[in-house]
């Protein structure tokens, strides 16, 4: 578990110690919402969390084009570009599950999003 991952797991007991925290998060594969989000966090000192939906990003390109080893690495170049360390970074997906696949028989969609998952492990 990265040290972000930490931070964030912790945070739900901190708040019912009586903190008043939370973190950026966002649900984007836009580079514009991305870079906003990255900067937000490194002018602040904060965690990001960054999180792509099937639709946007999965192992057959999503509609971005993009598999997840392709969005990592976006998000870990515009993170440095930034000037966030990737330590202050979580990443994942959103609705992972076999909704673009749901023309597809039950089972071959359920093939599909397995296959999506470990893409994103």
């Given amino acids: 578990m990265s040290c972000a991952t930490k931070r964030f797991a912790a945070i739900g007991a ?3 110690a009586g903190g008043k925290e939370g973190i950026t998060s966002i649900c984007s594969a836009h580079p514009l919402v991305i870079d906003a989000a990255l900067r937000h966090g490194a002018l602040h000192g904060a965690d990001v969390l960054i999180e792509a939906t099937c639709n946007q990003v999965n192992h ?29 970074l979580i990443l994942g997906g959103d609705h992972l599950g076999p909704n673009p696949w749901k023309h597809d028989s039950a089972a071959g969609a359920m093939r599909k999003a397995a296959a999506m998952i470990d893409a994103y492990a």
Avoid: I, K, N, S
């Fill in 14 to 16: 901190r708040r019912a």
């Fill in 60 to 88: 057959e390109g999503g509609y971005t084009g993009m598999a997840p080893g392709a969005f990592r690495g976006l998000v870990e170049t515009y993170a440095g570009r930034a000037g966030l360390p990737l330590d202050r």
